[in-house]
Antibody, heavy 119, light 106 residues
């Protein structure tokens, strides 16, 4: 079965940090571009970041609102991707989905992990 | 950034009817347009990519058309399980962006 499973979401104070993890199985994780997409409660979808596969030089790119605060990384030996979220703001509160990108669409989605930024 | 708008924002239709959702891009995105279905409490599901290519396992009742800036998703023969929010997404240029969503009530 093809799966992505996220973990690490929690209640965090403004200005705090959180590291999200995403484990893939059932497909060639190392050959895949991995993205993070988030969804604030009751709102629409927002693409956050992408890390390319080795073939794409592990290139990373971010949405403007998280540049300098979030870091996407991966460890293909563990079929795992990460999102290190620093200097968190209330507006970062969202369900964070780990997603596989293919042909610039997102074909595999995890169930999501919830990050709540609140004092 | 490439902005996407969707219309209508919500629609109600009966079982067996057809529904068309429109997505308009602020700039030419060629054919890099995907459609997703999301039901409450679940992640989005890819329905169509590259404007008209049906994702494996998705019902052929779903179809997509368009190019450039104007795109449509049509659901033929609505079923109760099609009740969901539908999002378009452009993959032409980073940052990848989504439309605001269309809620379909069957």
């Amino acid at each position: 079965e093809v799966r992505l499973v996220e973990s690490g979401g929690d209640l965090v104070q403004p200005g705090g940090s959180q590291k999200l993890s995403c484990v893939g199985s059932g497909f060639m994780f190392s050959d895949s571009d991995i993205h993070w997409v988030r969804q604030a409660p009751g709102k629409g979808l927002e693409w956050v970041a992408r890390i390319g596969s080795k073939a794409h030089n592990y290139a990373t790119i971010y949405v403007e609102s998280v540049k300098g605060r979030f870091i996407i990384s991966r460890d293909d030996s563990k079929s795992t991707a990460y999102l290190q979220a620093n200097s968190l703001r209330r507006e970062d509160t969202a369900m964070y989905y780990c997603v596989r990108g293919v042909d610039d669409a997102f074909d595999i989605w995890g169930q999501g992990t919830l990050v709540t930024v609140s004092s | 950034d490439f902005q996407l708008t969707q219309s209508p924002s919500s629609v109600s239709a009966s079982v067996g009817e057809n529904v068309t959702v429109t997505c308009r891009a602020s700039q030419n995105i060629r054919s890099w347009l995907a459609w997703y279905q999301q039901k409450p409490g679940t992640p989005p599901k890819l329905l169509i990519f590259a404007t008209s290519r049906l994702q494996r396992g998705v019902s052929p009742r779903f179809s997509g058309r368009g190019s450039g800036t104007d795109f449509t998703l049509t659901i033929n023969g609505l079923r109760p399980e099609d009740s969901a929010t539908y999002y378009c997404q452009q993959g032409q240029r980073v940052p990848f962006t989504f439309g605001p969503g269309t809620k379909v009530d069957v």
